[in-house]
């Protein structure tokens, strides 16, 4: 009998189609390679160590592309030395974690229901335990949101019984794969150590006032550019989780990748939470890290540029920054096109002061004097020829290590006040009861008294 060839042509395709169809066949992943590989933290006698898992060590894992879902398996192990029964609950490394299950879910394939049922059963034996006995050794994954360059997580440990204390262990670890603008950045041999100068608080106001620029230089490397309103005292290793955690991201360095990427969120919409920044100098350089809080697409968004200064105080690293915010793109003489910040740069500092201080990362702040004021009316202009309008001062940040909570921060006298008669700007007083007799909350006595 002849067949038709409409026939012949389904027949020829139906073992590609069921190829395509086929169960996901997952390959183990080494534990050793990740122990290696991961962080360990050590409290008393309880350590943990973590490691994110790549794309492609995903897909080993599952069988299946679950970074495509936006789900990445952090892996994690528990060695408990001591007499107490520790819970281990998932809902403190990512509030909106995925169940073992649920990833199978995302794996399985039409008319294969044995390899389902397979997949189904590895997820479930992959999955981390919810608690660890005394002497116990545990270890298993938890199925967080994807992350890419920088993973940052919080494993809360809660004991049995009133008596016994919460553990949190906090990780900050990178994920290979992604070149992030911090990866490139040499940081031992970023200055010479003699030529670091160590201040107290004194040298420290009088650099920031007379030494540090008003503003980063644009792409020429000539024209000021933004102001840098700015100032973090904190290793490089607490910077990232108080931001972190409340939503900031490291960006991507510029490729054809993440521009490409870049223009796909600003047509189209869909956020990019790493969108690369464009190249600023300070110190003769483009700035060593960049971290943003994306919106609804990279045409919204809050970003900081940070550069590693020449001075340390007390011993601690000192960052010089720059923060805006971006609210929409528009055209420009110098670069084609470029995003327009918001003008009131003061309201994106504010806005940081608020992020740090609801991190629990900060125990000090305060202001100097900076790029100096500027109105409405007489605003100054970007390296781009945006208009923004300051009361010119720096914001100072101290961060906590480990956070603190916001009982135990206190306002303190930061930085020593003024020669009398000068008209260095300092910190703002910490204003008490209003006149109705309702105290201002910390916030808003960090911006006194600003709603």
Known sequence: MRQRPGSLALALLMPAVLAGCAAPVPQPIDEAVLLRRGQTRIDGDVAVTMAALTPGESRQLLGFDAAAAGIQPVWLKVVNREPVRWFLPAL???????????????????????????????????????????????????????DEGIKFASLELVGVGSRAPLRRFTFLTDVPGHANDFQRVSWNSLYPSAKVRDLDE????????????????????????????????????????????????????????????????????????????????????????????GRSDV????????????????????????????????????????????????????????????????????????????????PRTNFTGDPYVTDGRRAVFWLATPPETPRRLRPKTLLPPPVPGSTASQERPLPGPTAAGAALSPVQQAAGGRP
């Open 299 to 378: 045409n919204q968004r809050n970003h900081m540029r940070l550069w590693l200064a020449p001075v340390t105080l007390a011993g601690k690293p000192v960052w010089v920054g720059q923060i805006s915010r971006d609210i929409g793109v528009r055209l420009t003489r110098r670069t084609i096109t470029t995003h327009k910040i918001d003008p009131d740069v003061d309201e994106t500092r504010w806005y940081l002061l608020q992020d740090l201080f609801f991190s629990e990362g900060i125990t000090r702040f305060g202001f100097v004097k900076g790029v100096g004021r500027s109105s409405i009316e007489r």
């Open 92 to 146: 403190t490394i990512d509030t909106e974690y995925f169940s073992p299950l649920e990833v199978a879910w995302r794996g399985h394939r039409p008319l294969q229901a044995a390899g389902n049922r397979r997949l189904d059963a590895h997820l479930s034996r992959l999955g981390l335990a919810e608690s660890v006995g005394p002497g116990g050794v545990t270890s298993g994954y938890v199925f967080t949101n994807l």
């Open 202 to 293: 004194t040298g420290f106001r009088h650099w920031l006032e007379h030494d540090v620029p008003c503003c980063a230089l644009g792409g020429d490397r000539r024209t000021p550019a933004d102001p840098l309103n700015v100032v973090i005292v904190g290793a490089r290793d607490s910077v990232f989780p108080v931001l972190v955690q409340r939503g900031w991201h490291v960006t991507q360095t510029l490729s054809i990748s993440s521009i490409w990427r870049t223009i796909r969120s600003s047509l189209f919409g869909g956020r990019y939470r790493y969108a690369p920044v464009s190249p600023l100098y300070v110190f003769g350089r483009p700035q060593d890290m960049a971290l943003q809080k």
